[in-house]
């Protein structure tokens, strides 16, 4: 049983301290609110937090993502990016374009720094440029999410960062229990991006998980 004192009540507690480390100003508030009206579910605060750190340790010119939303990850990875760095993000939805363009600009991003792609990543991610970006990041559940993992590490250049929210999908990857498709899928995930000798990987507690790998 769970008690105020419990190590798992003071674990969550700090997480949740963790998680509004960094306080968000208005651009991604107001795409917070987009996303609520559109049912789309943004970064964790602590995600984006983190995607800004990322994309800073990288020097990431080339960022790629899949799952573009209301544009909360995009404007975070842009803003730890290079001042040149351009985002090319990818989402089938043109309501959820619309809505990442209104925060690109909240955030005061011009226009040429961001490639929004009207598609799914099973056909754009093929045509990209092998080893061509410093940043890609996954933020889209699919049946097809193992073969954007190996897209991703094609199109990384060495030293470049794989990065995938939501990768505990939601807490049920650790329950043995669970067995439903995506969480299988995001365990399968899990074990290919750890066991693939060309990346360097780790697991982060932040949001809903954060796989990080460095392409060696
Ligand atoms: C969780 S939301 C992304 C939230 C976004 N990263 C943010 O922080 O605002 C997932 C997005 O993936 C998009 N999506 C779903 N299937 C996709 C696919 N096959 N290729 C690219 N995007 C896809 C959805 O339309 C949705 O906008």
């Known amino acids: 049983m769970r008690t105020l004192n419990s190590p798992q009540t003071a674990k969550h507690a700090s997480w949740e301290y963790a998680e ?4 968000e100003d208005h651009a991604l508030e107001a795409a917070r609110l987009r996303g609520e009206d559109l049912g789309v579910t943004p970064v964790s605060e602590g995600t984006a937090a983190a995607l800004t750190v990322l994309a800073a340790a990288a020097q990431a010119r080339g960022v790629v993502e899949v799952g573009t939303g209301v544009g ?3 404007l975070s990875l842009l803003r730890g990016a290079s001042p040149e760095a351009v985002l090319t993000s990818i989402d089938p939805d043109a ?3 619309h809505a ?13 720094r961001t490639r929004l792609i009207t598609g799914r990543a099973e056909e754009v991610l093929p045509r990209l440029t092998t080893g061509g970006y410093c940043v890609v990041h996954l933020d889209a559940d699919s049946p097809a999410l193992e073969d954007f993992v190996e897209q991703a590490v094609r199109l990384l250049r060495p030293g470049g960062l794989l990065i995938l929210n939501d990768a505990l999908d939601h807490d049920r990857l650790p329950r043995p229990a ?12 899990e074990r290919t991006v750890r066991d693939d000798e060309r990346l360097v990987t780790t697991m982060l507690g932040t949001g809903t998980g954060l796989l990080v790998a460095v392409r060696r």
């Open 100 to 112: 990442a363009r209104g925060t690109f600009r909240d955030g005061g991003v011009p226009a040429a």
């Open 20 to 23: 509004q480390h960094q306080a």
């Open 95 to 97: 309501d959820h374009l």
């Open 72 to 74: 909360v990850s995009g």
């Open 178 to 189: 669970v067995r439903e498709e995506p969480t299988v899928r995001k365990r399968a995930v």
